[in-house]
C-alpha cells in the first residue's frame, strides 16, 4: 500500500493525532474511561497503522524489535518499583500514601506511575505480537531449534 | 525494616528480577540473576518459617489497606513451608540449570529462560503466601502461563504440543478456580480467605457454596493433577526441558495441593467439607484410582521421564489421600508426602537430565547397561526410586508410615491397604529402572564411564541426600508438617 498516495498521507495526517489522543487518554484516566491499558493499545494501534500503510520494515527501523522487548520488561520494572518506592519511603509495599507529604497526593501520584507501566508494558506487548505475527514467512522469524 | 516486609518480598524479589533479566539480554547475567534470588528467596522463606513457627501468623497489607479490604499476605506455619520448599527446590535447580540449558535451549533463548523461571518462581510463592482469593488467582496465572512456556522451550517439535495441551486444561483450572471464588464471593462478599472463613458461617444458602467448592475442587484438582484430571501432567513433564520438569514437578503441584488445603480446612472448615458433603468419599476413591491406574501405567512407559511423570500423579494420590481422611493426622501426612515427594521427585528429575545429558535422550533402551556407564548417576537414582517405594530410611517412607497411621486412626484399614498394595507397583516401575541399568549391556560403542559434568550431578546429588537425610531423620519434617497441619485447622481470626 506504500503506492497509494491517499493512504500514505491520511496516515501521516492521522498517527500524530492518534498518538496525542493516546495521551489524552492516559492522562484522563483518572478522571474518566480510559487508562494505561487503553494508551497503551492505542499507541500500539498507531504503529500497527504505520506498519500495515508502510510496511513492515520501516515499522522496524521506527521501533526496533530491541526497543520493543525492553519496553515489555519496562512497564513492569515501573510499576513494581512503585511498589518498591513505597518500601523506601517507609510503608509497605505498593503504598501510595507514602509518596506525597499528602496522602491523597501520594495516592494520585503512585496510580499515575503505575498506569504509566501498565501503558509502557501493554505496548510493547501488543507491537511484540504484531511483529511476530506480520513477520512470519518473511525470514524475519526467529529459528524454531532443531 | 527488612524483616516486617519478608511476606512480600519472597513474591516480590523475583517478580523484579525477571524484567531485569530480560533488559540486561544475557544469558549469563540472567543465571547470576537467578542464582542470587533463588538463594535470597530461601533465605527469605526459612526466616519467614521460623517467625511463623515461633509467633504464630504474620500479616501484611499490601498497600496498607488492613484487610478484608485490602490485599493481605498472611503466612503461617503451612504456606511458610510451602515457600521454603519451592525456594529450596529453586536453589537446587538453578545451578544445574546453567549447563542443562545450555544443551537444551538455544543460546539466544537463554536469557528468556531464566527471565520466566523467576516469574514461575514469584508466582508459586505469591500463590503460597497470599491470603486473597483473587490474588492467588493472578498469581496462579502468571505461574501457568510462565510454566507453559517453559515447557515449550523443549527440545523437540513434540514439546509445544504438551505444553498447548498444558495451556488449554490449565486454563479450565484456572477459570474454575476463579467461576468457585465468584461464588463465594457473592456469597460472602469478601475476597480475603480469613474474613470469608468468618462470613462463611452467616450464609444461610448452602447450594452456591456446594457449587462454589465444586467449581474450586475441579479447577485446582486440574492444576495439581488429581486422577482423572491428569492428561496434560505425562507430556508436560516428558517434552520440558530437564531443569524445567525438576523444578514444575517438584513445586507446582505441590502449591496447589496447598490451594486446595487452605481452601478446605481453613477457609470452608473440617465440616462443611468432610460432614456436609461427600468431599471425602470422592477424594478418596479418585486418589485410590490414581495410586493404582498412574502407578500401573508408569510401569510400560518406554520413556524414564514418562515413567517418572506417571508416578507423580500416582504419589499425589498418596497425598489428595491424606487431605481426603479429613483429619489433622491425615493433613499433616499429607502435607509431610508434599516436601518429600517433592524433593524425591525434584531429585529424579534433575538424575534423568543429567543422563538425557549424556546419552540424548531417556528412553528406556538407552539407559541401558547405565550402572557402568554412569554409576553414580544410576546409583542415586535407585536411591530416589526407593522413595518413591517408601523403603525405610528415605522420605517417602516417613511420610507413607504417617498415612498410614492416619488412616488406621481414622479407622479406615482398606485405605491402609491400598497404600500398602500400591506401594508394589512403585517396586515394579523401579525395578524397570534397576533391570534396564544393571542387568544389561550397554549399547556398543558407549563410553566406559561418563558422568555428567559436576555442575549437574553436584545439585542432583545434593537433593538425593536430602531425600536420604528426611528419610533417617524424619522428624523435623514430620513436626513442621505438624504444625502446618495445625495453622490450617485454625486459621479463622
Known amino acids: 500500500m506504500k503506492s497509494d498516495i491517499i493512504l500514505r498521507v491520511v496516515a501521516k495526517i492521522l498517527i500524530p493525532f492518534a498518538l496525542m489522543f493516546a495521551l489524552y487518554v492516559q492522562f484522563h484516566g483518572d478522571f474518566g474511561p480510559g487508562g494505561g491499558f487503553q494508551a497503551g493499545v492505542i499507541v500500539a494501534a498507531a504503529v500497527v497503522f504505520y506498519g500495515v500503510i508502510f510496511g513492515l520494515a520501516a515499522a522496524r527501523r521506527a521501533v526496533p524489535e530491541p526497543l520493543v522487548e525492553s519496553m515489555v520488561a519496562a512497564g513492569v520494572l515501573v510499576y513494581a518499583g512503585v511498589g518498591v518506592a513505597g518500601l523506601l519511603l517507609g510503608g509497605n509495599y505498593l503504598d501510595y500514601f507514602v509518596l506525597d507529604h499528602d496522602p491523597v497526593h501520594g495516592q494520585h501520584r503512585g496510580i499515575f506511575w503505575v498506569e504509566v507501566g501498565v501503558a509502557i508494558t501493554v505496548s510493547g506487548v501488543m507491537l511484540k505480537i504484531f511483529y511476530l505475527f506480520a513477520g512470519r514467512g518473511r525470514g524475519f522469524e526467529e529459528d524454531d531449534g532443531p | ?493
Open chain 2, 1 to 493: 525494616m527488612l524483616a516486617q516486609h519478608l511476606p512480600v518480598l519472597v513474591a516480590v524479589v523475583p517478580l523484579v528480577a525477571a524484567p531485569l533479566i530480560v533488559v540486561a539480554r544475557s544469558g549469563f547475567l540472567g543465571w547470576v540473576t537467578a542464582l542470587l534470588v533463588a538463594a535470597a528467596t530461601t533465605a527469605m522463606s526459612a526466616a519467614l518459617l521460623a517467625q511463623a513457627t515461633a509467633s504464630g501468623t504474620i500479616s501484611y497489607a499490601i498497600g496498607s489497606w488492613p484487610p478484608p479490604w485490602g490485599i493481605e499476605y498472611r503466612v503461617d506455619a503451612a504456606n511458610a513451608l510451602v515457600a521454603l520448599l519451592v525456594s529450596a527446590v529453586a536453589l537446587v535447580v538453578v545451578p544445574y540449570a546453567r549447563r542443562s540449558v545450555s544443551a537444551e535451549v538455544g543460546q539466544d533463548r537463554q536469557y528468556l529462560f531464566y527471565a520466566l523461571l523467576m516469574l514461575c518462581l514469584a508466582g508459586l510463592l505469591g500463590m503460597a503466601l497470599t491470603g486473597d482469593a483473587f490474588n492467588l488467582f493472578v498469581f496462579l496465572e502468571i505461574s501457568s502461563l510462565s510454566t507453559y512456556v517453559l515447557i515449550a522451550l523443549g527440545r523437540h517439535r513434540r514439546a509445544l504440543l504438551a505444553a498447548y495441551q498444558y495451556l488449554v486444561l490449565g486454563t479450565t483450572g484456572a477459570t474454575f478456580y476463579v467461576i468457585g471464588v465468584g461464588l463465594l464471593y457473592l456469597a460472602t462478599g469478601t475476597l480475603n480467605f480469613a474474613d470469608m472463613a468468618v462470613r462463611l458461617a452467616d450464609v444461610r444458602d448452602a447450594r452456591p457454596l456446594a457449587a462454589g467448592l465444586a467449581f474450586i475442587t475441579a479447577g485446582i484438582g486440574l492444576k495439581l493433577a488429581l486422577f482423572p484430571l491428569h492428561a496434560w501432567l505425562p507430556n508436560a513433564y516428558a517434552c520440558a526441558p530437564s531443569a524445567v520438569s525438576a523444578f514444575v514437578a517438584a513445586t507446582a503441584t505441590k502449591v496447589s495441593i496447598y490451594v486446595l488445603m487452605r481452601v478446605y480446612f481453613s477457609v470452608f472448615g473440617v465440616d462443611a467439607v468432610f460432614r456436609d458433603l461427600p468431599t471425602g468419599a470422592i477424594l478418596a476413591v479418585l486418589s485410590v484410582a490414581a495410586m493404582f491406574a498412574a502407578s500401573a501405567a508408569a510401569i510400560v512407559q518406554p520413556d524414564l521421564k514418562r515413567l517418572l511423570a506417571f508416578s507423580s500423579v500416582g504419589q499425589v494420590g498418596y497425598i489428595t489421600l491424606g487431605i481426603s481422611l479429613g483429619s489433622a493426622p491425615g493433613l499433616a501426612a499429607a502435607m509431610a508426602h508434599v516436601v518429600n515427594h517433592g524433593i524425591t521427585k525434584g531429585a529424579l528429575f534433575l538424575l534423568a537430565g543429567a543422563m538425557a545429558l549424556r546419552l540424548g535422550g531417556t528412553g528406556m533402551d538407552r539407559v541401558a547397561g547405565l550402572a557402568r556407564t554412569m554409576p553414580v548417576t544410576a546409583f542415586a537414582f535407585v536411591v530416589g526410586g526407593l522413595s518413591l517405594i517408601g523403603v525405610p530410611g528415605t522420605a517417602g517412607f516417613a511420610s507413607k508410615w504417617a498415612l498410614v497411621s492416619a488412616a488406621i486412626e481414622a479407622g479406615r484399614w482398606w485405605i491402609a491397604g491400598a497404600v500398602l498394595l500400591s506401594s508394589l507397583l512403585a517396586v515394579a516401575y523401579v525395578w524397570r529402572f534397576v533391570e534396564c541399568a544393571y542387568f544389561r549391556e550397554p549399547p556398543a560403542g558407549a563410553p566406559d564411564r561418563d558422568e555428567a559434568p559436576a555442575d549437574m550431578t553436584g545439585p542432583a546429588l545434593a537433593l538425593t541426600a536430602a531425600v536420604v537425610a528426611a528419610g533417617l531423620f524424619a522428624s523435623p519434617v514430620l513436626e513442621a508438617s505438624t504444625r502446618a497441619a495445625a495453622a490450617l485447622m485454625g486459621f479463622a481470626r
